[in-house]
Structures are given as C-alpha cells and as structure tokens.
C-alpha cells in the first residue's frame, strides 16, 4: 500500500501506517517525527527524509529509507531493523536495547550513546561512513562498527569516542591507531575471532547496500572495550 505523506503530520502517518497492513511505502516524506514509533510486524519503506525519532520505541518492524534520516534514529529501540541508504543525524541509537541499524552513509554527533543489552538482547549499529565526537558515549551494551568507507582521508571518528564507556564492544575499520581515547577503554588490533563475532552484520551491511563483504572482513580493524570497572571515577572525581 502506498501512502502520501505530504502535508501530513506524523500522527496521521502512524495511522495510516497501522491500518496498511504488513508492508507499505511512504512516499514525499519531508520531517515527519516518530515514524513507526513503537511498531512491530511491518515492514515500511520511505522515499523521501524522516524527522527525528524514526523508529523510537521500534518492537519488530522493518524500516527502510531511501534517503537520510534525521536525528535520533533507533532511539530506545527494543527489536527490529533501520536501514538508511544516506546519512543520518545525531544521537542514532540512542539507549537502544535491542534490534539493528544499518547506515549507508555518516552519522552525527553521540551515535550509539547509552546502547545497551539485555539477556539475549544484544544491539547493533553498522555505519558506513564517519561518526561525529562522542560515539559510543556511555555505551553499556551492544556492538557498533564504523567501516570508514568515504575515502576521503577524513578521520573514521570525530573527538572523544567512547567517552564514559562501560560495556559493549567498538569495532573501527581502520590502521590509526592515533584516535584519542580515554583512558578506561582498551584498545587493540582485531583478531580474526573477534572479527567472526560480527562477520554477520558486515555481511548484512554489504547486502543492504551493495559492498564486497569479503574485502571488508579481511581489512584491520581497531576493537574497543571498556578497562575498568568503574569508568566515571576518572572522569569526575580527582586523584
């Protein structure tokens, strides 16, 4: 079912989208906030750019957006998958739980802040592109991989990735080994079985939008995980 979102606001949209069926396409969209929010068992197509919160609350529908995306992206997401065939805003992911985001293109600012897992739960976010500062911002839970694919010799990360940190894991396609980090992080080359733990979601990745998946997995990636117990110590409280 085809669904024109043009002058329409996004409790009208939402509607609509729950009475189409399982699958529609949401054609002229332009900024419409909260887009399937909290929906499962659809699967929604979008030409045109969403408005914050695409997917906020998303519980097991299946998103795809012809374009870029606004901010806030996934935010709280329990299940599910956001696929985005541009770029996206800031705060991508933000306290996901559960489910998949796959970005073609950049993303902002604090991508991935507060993801989290939970029992067999387990968030993932792939990213094409290069994030803004602060990636992985207080990550408690999950996987986030950066790919770097612009080519443009532009840093793969902006300033402060995994600031607060204290879970999860960081995959970062790339040999600079330069990035600043902060010091409650581990840094380290990625071994071929820390690679097999996500060959999955680059191989979803290069699916979605038309990469090799080998040459990807066999590149140098840099795997990040938190180095202490208690990460807000060292960034709060003097010695």
Known sequence: MEIDANNANYSELNDKIRSAGDECT???CLGQRFIAAGMSKKHIDIEGIPGNALGAYLNGAEIIVHG???DAVGDTMNEGSITVHGNIGDAAGYA??????????NAG????IHMK????????M???????????????GGIIIVLGLNEDGKPIVGNYPC?????????????NVNIKFPSQVSTNKATKEDIDEVKEHIEKFC?????????????????????????YKQMYVAN
């Open 207 to 231: 699916e979605c939008f038309g990469y090799n998946a080998e040459e990807l997995i066999n590149d140098e990636y840099i795997i990040v995980t938190p180095d202490s117990k208690n990460p």
């Open 96 to 105: 996901m739980r559960g489910g998949k985001i796959f970005v073609k293109g």
């Open 126 to 140: 792939v990213i094409g592109g290069r994030t803004g500062s602060f990636l992985g911002e207080y990550q408690a």
């Open 68 to 70: 870029n995306a606004q």
């Open 109 to 112: 600012y604090r991508a991935g």
């Open 26 to 28: 949401l054609k002229n």
């Open 117 to 124: 897992a939970y029992k067999e739960k387990k968030p993932v």
């Open 163 to 175: 600031t607060g940190m204290h879970g999860g894991k960081m995959f970062l396609r790339t040999k």
